[in-house]
């Protein structure tokens, strides 16, 4: 049974960062496809970030230059780093094993200006 499990989000001030986890079991994060998503209220879910299996990774231009995606393989963890957060950066973040469509129940991050 695969499940992911999201922590870090959190109410922070603008400008400040934050680093996402999330844990997974069941699957091996550096065999698969995984990525960040995003839902800010009354808006779609939105792609944030991803990093394959080889390693490559992939940043929606909102978030580029501010926000890193990096994995743990011994803890089969996958991060999100995120820095210089903006008001517009508030929303739910899920983390999603991209090919198979699972996904996380979210962890929520509030940036107050």
């Known amino acids: 049974q695969v499940q992911l499990e999201e922590s870090g989000g959190e109410s922070v001030q603008a400008g400040g960062s934050l680093r996402l986890s999330c844990l997974a079991s069941g699957i091996s994060v550096d065999r698969n496809s995984m990525g960040w998503y995003r839902q800010a209220p009354g808006k779609q879910r939105e792609f944030v970030a991803l990093?394959?299996?080889?390693?490559?990774?992939n940043y929606a231009d909102t978030v580029k230059d501010r926000f890193t995606i990096s994995r743990d393989n011994a803890k089969n963890t996958m991060y999100l780093q995120m820095n210089e957060l903006k008001s517009e950066d508030t929303a739910v973040y899920y983390c999603v094993v991209l090919r198979l469509n699972y996904w996380g129940q979210g962890t929520q991050v509030t940036v107050s200006s």
């Open positions: 990093v394959t299996s080889a390693g490559a990774t």
